[in-house]
């Protein structure tokens, strides 16, 4: 091992979470335990995510020691992304841990053996640093305990802060049609309104990004979505106002700012990926099946409704459950029934008893509600597919859902990343963040943080005071 460099150990969980994790430590050195291989082995065979990213580990570690020609004993030189990138060595650590570790941690567990070897690694190499990699949050605290360096897999993570993640809208100074009004040109194309606008301002906004100026009293002020980035220009138009009773999408009006710029991305054809953020109570999984019913039903734009969700518990596991696949995914959708509840009843009071018939029917026979495990290989045609709680899921899981994505489908993901379910993910490297944060330059997607609950004043208060 040359000097310098630091000295990585790696756990089992770290190599799961990111199969490619061990091409990410730049110019230092990287050390896999015998110990981490063995928990490897253990968990290879299934058809759980977990042990396909095992056996893509496996595959890695394969292909790099056969470049080596089996010579491993100096170190495997790890592959570099371009040729200014310099990278370290990968070792293989055979030998039991010398290190004595306190009465409390003399047990053979695999954490304890990690911790054993970056000590023998820090003692043998004491110009370097030699640090344990985990995203096992108590064993880095054990690691600190015994003066061990200890680091969580941060590579992964999208943003340093939840707050620089993009909101979708800015609200605009009062004086902005002062200041921006000298070149400025507007029209209208079919009812709509359009401005070119010019300048520093317009050269930092983002395709279907929404703007707003706050009205005062009973104006509403001005609401308006970036189109069109040309040059040192941006062309914005003017959002279409789905709080009026007119513009209803199946008997659902906005009730707020945000919920109308859901619903103007919701509903635009040109849009064929959406994220929605938001705490509980702001309207979600309303607007989006809302939207999805209107042009599904009516304006025929979409064949079919695809509902699918992670199932991760949040108390104990009722264990297996009885039936097809829809059948066990039903005690997870008690948020698509509760919501569908409200738009039949909305329906009902608009049209009468055929509506009440036709909603029960496209119950049954338009949404279909799928499993996350059965993705895999599909190609999703004219579908709107719904993906809820995709906070729960890691970057890896939520590229592969949106791939899924064929000609004419509009895919929408829901979620709160202050409520993370799944082990190891965080806010800051959920595949939710990651997405919001990817997308934000492409003209055919879009994005909004709703801001204000809506379902009662209970549940507002509850939000704010609990």
């Known amino acids: 091992m040359t000097s310098k460099k630091k000295i990585f150990v790696v756990d089992t969980n770290v190599l799961i979470h990111d199969p490619s994790s061990i091409l990410r430590f730049q110019e230092h050195d990287v050390v896999i335990p015998i110990v981490v291989l063995e928990e490897l082995d253990n968990i290879k065979v299934g058809m759980s995510e977990i042990a396909r990213n095992v056996r893509q580990v496996s595959r890695l570690l394969d292909e790099l020691v056969e470049k080596a020609n089996g010579d491993i004993s100096h170190g ?28 409390g941690l003399s047990g053979r567990s695999s954490d304890n053996a990690l911790l054993g070897i970056t000590m023998d690694l820090g003692k043998s190499h004491p110009n370097r640093q030699a640090i344990l990699v985990t995203k096992d949050i108590n064993l880095r605290i054990k690691a600190r305990a015994l003066g061990i ?15 620089l993640l993009f909101s979708g809208a800015e609200k605009l100074a009062a004086d902005f049609w002062e200041t921006h009004s000298k070149n400025m040109e507007s029209w209208k194309e079919e009812g709509r309104t359009f401005y070119r606008l010019r300048g520093p301002k317009a050269r930092a906004w983002l395709p279907n990004q929404f703007l707003y100026i706050n009205g005062e009293k009973a104006d509403k002020g001005f ?37 109308n710029f859901a619903f103007n991305l919701l509903m635009d054809p040109e849009v064929d990926f959406v994220t929605l953020l938001g705490q509980a109570g702001t309207g979600k999984t309303l607007l989006t099946l809302a939207a999805a019913l209107m042009q599904t039903l009516e304006s025929k734009r979409y064949t079919e409704i695809i509902m699918t969700r992670m199932t991760v518990p949040v108390g ?15 005690p997870w959708m008690g948020a698509l029934e509760d919501n569908l509840d409200v738009l039949q009843e909305t329906a009902t009071q608009e049209h009468g008893a055929w509506a009440r018939a036709a909603t029960h029917d496209l ?21 709107f597919l719904i993906i809820d709680e995709a906070q729960n899921l890691s970057p890896h899981q939520i590229k592969t859902l949106v791939t899924r ?23 800051t490297t959920s595949g939710l963040t990651y997405v919001v944060d990817r997308f934000k330059q492409w003209e055919h997607s879009g994005h909004i943080t709703l801001q204000r609950g809506e379902r009662s004043r209970l549940a507002d208060y509850a939000s704010e005071i609990l």
């Not at 040309?230 to 009773?245: L, M, Q, T």
Request: aromatic content about 8%.
């Open 223 to 259: 609401e308006a979505v970036v189109r069109r980035l040309e040059n040192d220009s941006a062309i914005i138009e003017v959002v279409k106002d789905y709080a009026a009773e007119r513009n209803k999408v199946w008997g659902i009006s906005a009730r707020n700012r945000e919920q």
């Open 405 to 427: 994505a064929g000609p004419g489908s509009k895919i929408v993901c829901l979620g709160n990343i202050a409520q993370i379910d799944t082990p190891y993910l965080t806010e």
């Open 363 to 383: 119950l049954r026979n338009r949404i279909r509600i799928k499993s996350l495990n059965f993705m895999r290989g599909r190609t999703f045609l004219k579908k």
């Open 76 to 103: 495997v030189k790890l592959p570099s992304a371009s040729k200014d990138f310099e990278t370290g060595h990968l070792f293989f650590h055979m030998e039991e841990a010398r290190s004595t570790l306190p009465f």
């Open 149 to 163: 360096l200890a680091e969580d897999y941060t590579n992964d993570q999208v943003l340093d802060d939840t707050n």
């Open 316 to 330: 104990e596991d009722i264990g297996f459950l009885p039936g097809t696949e829809e059948e066990k995914m039903g």
